[in-house]
């Protein structure tokens, strides 16, 4: 599966016919705003809203009070895992709207359903709400100090959850008899997702079957509509959700928000249809953060290089609440590939989770697992460099050989193939390293610094919550082919991936000979049991069920066949033939479309787990001493994602991945005020998003090794780019400026950040 091919949703994508989520209207549908906390951590004295009651249009006002009143349940999050000694994760009640205490900028605390968005809107000024201010903390180690003011009364100290994993003992042995020991922190910072498309939700309930009805950006409907029956208490069945189109998610929209089942509510007490758009502010306000992890590596060497042992120290900053994902960022999912693509003999993590007075953390392009890539990369280069080894020779070293695959990691992670010296071997050309001197010497001629950084990592994609993944196959009433799984693309380009894959699987040549195959990514009608899209799997889970129904497809028409031809056939090219009769696939379809369910209906599925992509990034920096302005000026990736299906889209993840990345190490950075908990970065005014000016060039290759794991052979390809970037851009840095004696920066190296760092090493000169 090597050729390119048009991605069959640019059409309607390009030309506007496709719907997202405010694009749907129904019949009396009334408009929601939602009044926010403008303060971070305070007590709710009283709230108000008659006045805004009173005013014409408006239909309802909801606060905390009517959410409690209503019976509705917490928005449910955290982890159900165990950790040290057994411990299980401290959750507060976290209502969709604030009851008692305001915990983050942003949080809703009330909710003004009118007869217009602009009426809402003005009708929210008119809720009076006193406030009592409490003392404000911001990230981890704010939360965590002794005296810390405490957030939630049931969870004192702020410390949500412990975790570790390893053998501490094994670890510390290790370090005692070690020749070389280094030792980094890596301080990845809030970011803000900021899909193109803002969050947005439509809700209607039917009062005669008690149907919900809902219309929401998502990435799968199964999350979505758990999600949403675990806040209400009601029955998932109850619950119908719709997605069409979705512009950009990279996590966060992995389950539902407050807002939406605050709107839900709303709609139940009004009796009809309520929509809420989000303003781009409150993108900023409300969806969840990514990031917001703090790693301290430390790693032991033998006298020539050899990896002995690797531990770290870990905290997460959670925010106010603990969404589904948080914790689990920052417990197993920066953990699970700690040991990178080395054999390391002995390794240790423990890792703390806590409260703050921010916006809650979840899933963001990686959920953790680019930035323990960056960290680990990072302290081996740091190794390499303070102790005198080549970055290279000391990687190629202690590099897993394929012939150790399957390999067992000491924490406990089962790696399933990959070849990470031929990977690198194939970067380093692609890169021209040994180029590299010259470059940066004719740089140093212009006045600039250039360096080159390397980042060689692995990363685990999802294994899913379901326990398998299907895909079904329905032919309507005119014979054409309706295929339907759970994943949800939000870009990615699921149906020309899928399609790709039913086209070659039928035997049919010709780009045009699949148009009369549809592809559903969840129909709230139809029961599809299967995983969302989340952690690079959609390819590999939903996309092995479609090749699975292929296979199915063509052997429960087989029978249908031969009783067409009057003799057994065989299939191939898009036809079963006998002799000189044939009959086409599709032909067979229409020929047997008047019955009802269609002959040809057929259900495929499989259960699809972990893979674990890696690859070899290379980047190549230019530092304007200056301005401290930092250029990306060549960028090399060649990625091992297993079998690839359609390459144009493969690079087309790879560059948003890879700029992603380079957009927080370079700039991205939702800040806070440490006193007053107030975000200062709420807008594009004070947050920057990645240009495609940032990077002069970028090519990409890939060298695949497929995997058994699942029936296609594929490993995922969604978060590689954003895995390798982060390591290899500040490698990149670190590089240029070594010989200034600067040996670390903290993300982002923004301009002042740099010229700075450079000023202070010219007075210490």
């Known amino acids: 599966m090597t050729e390119r091919t048009i991605r069959r949703e640019d059409p309607r994508l390009l030309t506007g016919s496709g719907r997202y989520t405010a694009d749907w209207n129904l019949a009396g549908q009334l408009y929601a705003y939602f009044l926010r906390s403008d303060r971070a951590h305070a007590e709710i004295v009283t709230i108000d809203p008659s006045a805004a009651s009173r005013r014409k249009g408006v239909r309802l006002v909801l606060t905390g009070a009517d959410y409690a009143a209503s019976g509705w349940k917490s928005l449910p999050g955290g982890v159900s895992y165990e950790g040290v000694g057994g411990q299980k994760q401290k959750k507060p009640f976290w209502p969709a709207l604030a009851q008692g205490k305001a915990h983050y900028v942003g949080q809703p605390v009330a909710l003004v ?39 939630h009364a049931d969870i004192p100290g702020n410390l949500a959850f412990e975790y570790e994993t390893g053998d501490r003992a094994a670890v510390d042995q290790a370090f005692a008899g070690a020749a070389h020991r280094s030792r980094f922190t890596l301080r990845s910072q809030r970011l803000v997702g900021n899909p193109i498309e803002p969050r947005a939700f439509l809700a209607q309930l039917d009062a005669a079957s008690g149907v919900f009805t ?73 969806d969840n953060h990514g990031r917001g992890l703090t790693m301290t590596a430390e790693i032991a060497l033998a006298r020539d290089g050899t990896f002995l042992a690797l531990k770290f120290e870990d905290a997460a900053d959670l925010g106010a609440y603990s969404t589904p994902f948080g914790p689990q960022i920052g417990s197993r999912n920066i953990t699970i590939t700690m040991g990178g693509v080395y054999r390391i003999p002995a390794m240790y993590a423990h890792t703390r989770c806590a409260y703050s007075n921010a916006l809650p953390v979840s899933a963001y392009r990686g959920a953790g697992r680019p930035d323990i890539a960056c960290a ?49 071997d194939k970067a380093l050309v692609l890169a021209d390293w040994k180029g590299f001197p010259a470059r940066r010497e004719r740089a140093q001629r212009d006045g600039k610094l250039r360096g080159i950084g390397i980042s060689t990592f692995l990363e685990a994609s999802a294994a899913g ?66 995983n ?36 057994d ?47 070899c990034h290379i980047a190549e920096v230019e530092i304007d001493p200056e301005t401290g302005v930092v250029e990306v000026m060549k960028y090399a990736t060649v990625d091992d994602i297993g079998t690839v299906v359609d390459h144009t889209s493969v690079e087309g993840q790879v560059h948003g991945g890879v700029l ?59 978060e590689s780019g954003t895995s390798g970037a982060l390591g290899a851009t500040m490698n990149a840095i670190i590089d240029a400026v070594r010989p200034l004696d600067i040996r670390d920066l903290d993300m982002p190296v923004t301009p002042d950040r740099m010229w700075r760092a450079l000023r202070e090493a010219r007075t210490r000169e």
């Open 376 to 424: 680990v990369e990072r302290v081996v280069d740091r190794a390499a460099a303070e102790h005198g080894f080549d970055p290279v020779a000391l990687r190629r070293k202690n590099f897993i050989p394929p012939e150790a695959m399957p390999y067992r990691t000491a924490n406990g992670t089962t790696y399933d193939c990959g070849e990470f010296e031929a990977v690198m």
């Open 214 to 286: 809902v219309y929401s950006p998502s990435q799968g409907m199964n999350g979505m509509r758990g999600f949403l029956s675990a806040a209400t208490g009601m029955p998932a069945e109850k619950i119908r959700v719709i997605t069409e189109l979705v512009g950009g998610s990279f996590g966060i929209r992995s389950f539902s928000y407050a807002e939406h089942i605050a709107v839900m509510l709303a709609a139940q007490k009004t009796g009809a249809p309520v929509k809420w758009v989000a303003t781009r502010s409150e993108v900023f306000l409300s």
């Open 660 to 718: 992603q990345g380079v957009g927080q190490v370079l700039g991205e950075h939702a800040v806070y005020d440490e006193d007053t908990g107030q975000l200062l970065a709420g807008s594009f005014m004070d947050y920057p998003m990645p240009r495609a000016d940032w990077m002069r060039a970028i090519v990409c290759d890939e060298h695949p090794v497929p995997t058994k794991a699942n029936a296609l052979g594929s490993k995922g390809v969604g």
């Open 569 to 615: 056939a065989e299939y191939g090219g898009g036809q079963f033939r006998s002799g000189s009769k044939s009959v086409g696939f599709f032909e067979l379809a229409k020929k047997l479309a008047g019955q009802t369910p269609h002959p040809m209906d057929c259900v495929a599925e499989g259960a699809f787990g972990a893979t674990y992509p890696n690859g």
């Open 532 to 567: 969302g899209t989340g952690g690079s799997r959609s390819l590999y889970g939903a996309g092995s069920a479609v090749k699975l129904l292929v296979s199915k497809l063509i052997e429960t028409a087989r029978p249908l066949a031969a009783i067409e031809l009057g003799t």
């Open 113 to 151: 359903v009118a007869e217009s968005a602009a009426l809402a809107q003005d009708a929210s000024e008119d809720i009076v709400v006193e406030y009592r201010d409490l003392p404000a903390v911001v990230g981890f180690e704010a939360a965590t100090r002794a005296g810390a003011p405490q957030l």
């Open 465 to 530: 919550v379901a326990a398998k993944d299907q895909a079904h196959a329905r032919f309507d009433k005119a014979g054409d082919l309706h295929v339907y799984t759970v994943s949800q693309s939000t870009g990615q380009g699921h149906e020309t991936a899928f399609t790709r894959i039913f086209r070659e699987g039928l035997g049919l040549i010709r780009d045009n000979a699949a148009e009369g195959i549809r592809f559903h990514e969840g129909d709230p009608d139809l029961s599809v049991v299967g």
